[in-house]
């Protein structure tokens, strides 16, 4: 019975052994035919394996112009996966993809929430053992907008760029 006390042990190495991160990013956003404007973003994250990671990202932009004209302010939360290309190098690219939620408020449309997706892919390079700087390239997809009538539903297409310093612990 004493050989099986260190089998009991082995849970508690996993959940150690997991890595945190939380990201804060910083960007501008190119919404198709609209206007360009900020993107301000958090992610929380956990380590499933050594190249995959799953996380929360929180954001916020705007979604300007167009024909017809919109001024819409889009709050996001989406699931994410990524997956790391070179989890252990100096230069860490990684791709994934998120799907979720996004709550819109603003002039020209009447839709109050509507489902978001993204696909993005960036690098990561390490400042110091337990922090990164990113650079971040994303496609976040807006489905089912629906105009100022009400009548027509949209996808509003936005692309954007980031930067981000990276937490580890």
Not at 81 to 103: C, E, K, Q
Not at 120 to 149: C, H, P, W, Y
């Amino acid at each position: 019975m004493k050989s099986l006390r260190p089998l009991l042990l082995l849970p508690l190495a996993a959940v150690a052994a997991q890595a945190y991160t939380l990201e804060l990013e910083l960007g501008k956003s190119h919404p198709t035919g609209h206007q360009d404007s900020s993107v301000v973003g958090l992610t929380i994250a956990t380590q499933v394996n050594e190249a995959f990671s799953v996380g929360l990202n929180l954001n916020s932009r705007g979604l300007i112009g167009g024909t017809p004209a919109i001024d819409l302010d889009a709050r996001t939360a989406l699931a994410e996966l990524t997956y790391d290309l070179n989890a252990r190098g100096g230069i860490r690219p990684f791709v994934g993809a998120g799907v979720g939620y996004s709550w819109l408020s603003g002039i020209g449309s009447t839709s109050k929430s509507v489902l978001a997706t993204d696909v993005f892919a960036g690098v990561r390079f390490a400042l110091s053992e337990n922090l990164d700087i990113g650079f971040t390239m994303k496609n976040t997809q807006f489905i089912g907008v629906k105009n100022s009538s009400g009548s027509t539903k949209n996808t509003l297409s936005d692309w954007s760029q980031s930067v981000s310093l990276r937490l580890k612990f």
